[in-house]
């Protein structure tokens, strides 16, 4: 089945600081990559949609230069927090989809999430 | 307004009890239903995807249905392991946009 691959799982850093999270679709590529931010016993929050090649598009709200996006290639898609203040301590977590061969978009695979906790 | 309604907020069953999850939604133009269930501390792991009302799939002890207005998560003969958040999305597509609408999710408990 579809893998996807994220790291760090786990995170500490200092405020002030940057943190890049990696997301690797395993075994397909993925035409289309999300940024989701979950808080704690709540449903997923969508930060950003990116495709390979062009710019992630924002969620209204989430902060481009706060939440550097880049999707380089079909198997990879990171997300860096620049700055990071204690505020931005949640669990974040990426999914990955491709096209079908009738153009039809697949189901969401996620990786296993990150804890980000700023210090 | 586009919406994914998940019903009930926590549910805490006996093992070998079965019940129903509800996902109600409201959006134009349905490109998919999707259940995901999720642990605690993990991503989502994928389900179940429907697409059209009268659709039905079965994987083990679960059984996701669609209807035009709702999905029913019927869960037979549960066991602990089932233990879980179950989340519904929708996917509709207005023009590139692929994203999904995501309920609250409805917090499964079985007890042994």
């Known amino acids: 089945g579809a893998v996807v691959s994220q790291h760090p799982s786990r995170v500490i850093c200092k405020s002030g600081t940057s943190v890049k999270i990696e997301c690797r679709s395993l075994d397909f590529q993925a035409t289309t990559m999300f940024w989701y931010r979950q808080f704690p016993k709540k449903s997923l929050m969508l930060m950003a949609t990116?495709?390979?090649?062009?710019?992630?598009?924002?969620e209204q709200g989430v902060e481009k230069d706060k939440f550097l996006i880049n999707h380089a290639s079909l198997t990879l898609s990171t997300l860096t927090v620049t700055s990071a203040h204690p505020e931005d301590s949640s669990f974040y977590i990426c999914?990955?989809?491709?096209?079908?061969?009738?153009?039809?978009?697949?189901?969401?695979?996620f990786g296993q999430g990150t804890r980000l906790t700023v210090v | 307004e586009d919406q994914v309604t998940q019903s009930p907020e926590a549910l805490r069953l006996q093992e070998g009890e079965s019940s129903s999850l509800n996902c109600s939604y409201t959006?134009?133009?349905?490109?998919?239903l999707f259940w995901y269930r999720q642990d605690p501390g993990k991503g989502p792991e994928f389900l179940f995807t429907l697409y059209s009302a009268g659709e039905e799939k079965e994987k083990e002890r679960l059984k996701a249905t669609l209807t035009k207005k709702e999905s029913f998560l019927h869960i037979t003969a549960p066991k602990p392991e089932d233990s879980a958040t179950y989340l519904c999305a929708v996917r509709h597509e207005a023009g590139n946009n692929r994203k999904l609408i995501w309920g609250l999710g409805t917090s499964l408990a079985v007890n042994p």
């Open positions: 999914s990955a989809s491709y096209s079908t061969l009738r153009g039809k978009n697949t189901e969401a695979f």
């Open positions: 959006v134009s133009g349905l490109r998919g």
């Open positions: 990116s495709n390979e090649g062009s710019k992630a598009t924002y």
